[in-house]
């Protein structure tokens, strides 16, 4: 199971460490390492893989899978104004959706303010001068009750669950 410290629900709780345990501390947090080439990478990765998914999603949508491209020099700008309007007319999530989406964004809030769940000590946080804070981990009854309200919602026909793939 969990190891639970002893410590209050206001987090409040300062640890005071070793000097050899700030030393460590300073020199893990000096030390920068980047991955995914660093800020570049993680530009192109943000930028790329959601233009990618457009792509492939225009692709099997509206060429029945296959991969298109420019035929020409001259066909680049029709091709991407033809692959933006997809986007625009056809990819732009409507009123229900942002809806939908809200009202999900909304009830996970719900979830885990109201459900119950074992406070947990975290570890300290050197840039917090050592402070520990108190996590509430409920997400094991919060997925359950998403999954039972689902399915109510969807076998009282309030709302079918086709509708995340229709809208």
């Given at each position: 199971g969990l190891r639970q410290r002893n410590g209050n629900a206001s987090g409040d709780k300062v640890l005071t460490p070793s000097d050899e345990g700030k030393k460590i501390d300073q020199v893990l947090d000096s030390h920068v390492e980047y991955e995914f080439g660093g800020p570049w990478g993680v530009l192109a990765i943000m930028t790329g893989f959601p233009i990618l998914m457009y792509y492939l999603w225009i692709c099997l949508v509206f060429y029945d899978g296959h991969l298109v491209h420019p035929t020409s020099q001259d066909d680049i700008v029709p091709f991407l104004t033809r692959?933006?309007?997809?986007?625009?007319?056809?990819?732009?999530?409507?009123?229900?959706?942002?809806?939908?989406?809200?009202?999900?964004?909304?009830?996970?809030?719900?979830?885990?303010?109201?459900?119950?769940?074992?406070?947990?000590?975290?570890?300290?946080?050197?840039?917090?001068?050592?402070?520990?804070?108190?996590?509430?981990?409920?997400?094991?009854?919060?997925?359950?009750?998403?999954?039972?309200?689902?399915?109510?919602l969807h076998y009282t026909g309030t709302f079918p669950l086709q509708d995340l793939i229709d809208n």
């Amino acid at each position: 199971g969990l190891r639970q410290r002893n410590g209050n629900a206001s987090g409040d709780k300062v640890l005071t460490p070793s000097d050899e345990g700030k030393k460590i501390d300073q020199v893990l947090d000096s030390h920068v390492e980047y991955e995914f080439g660093g800020p570049w990478g993680v530009l192109a990765i943000m930028t790329g893989f959601p233009i990618l998914m457009y792509y492939l999603w225009i692709c099997l949508v509206f060429y029945d899978g296959h991969l298109v491209h420019p035929t020409s020099q001259d066909d680049i700008v029709p091709f991407l104004t033809r692959m933006w309007a997809h986007i625009c007319t056809d990819a732009s999530p409507n009123l229900y959706a942002w809806t939908i989406y809200s009202a999900l964004i909304g009830y996970q809030l719900l979830l885990a303010w109201i459900m119950p769940g074992v406070w947990q000590e975290g570890l300290p946080v050197p840039s917090l001068g050592y402070k520990t804070l108190m996590y509430k981990c409920n997400a094991v009854f919060s997925l359950y009750a998403s999954m039972i309200t689902a399915a109510a919602l969807h076998y009282t026909g309030t709302f079918p669950l086709q509708d995340l793939i229709d809208n």
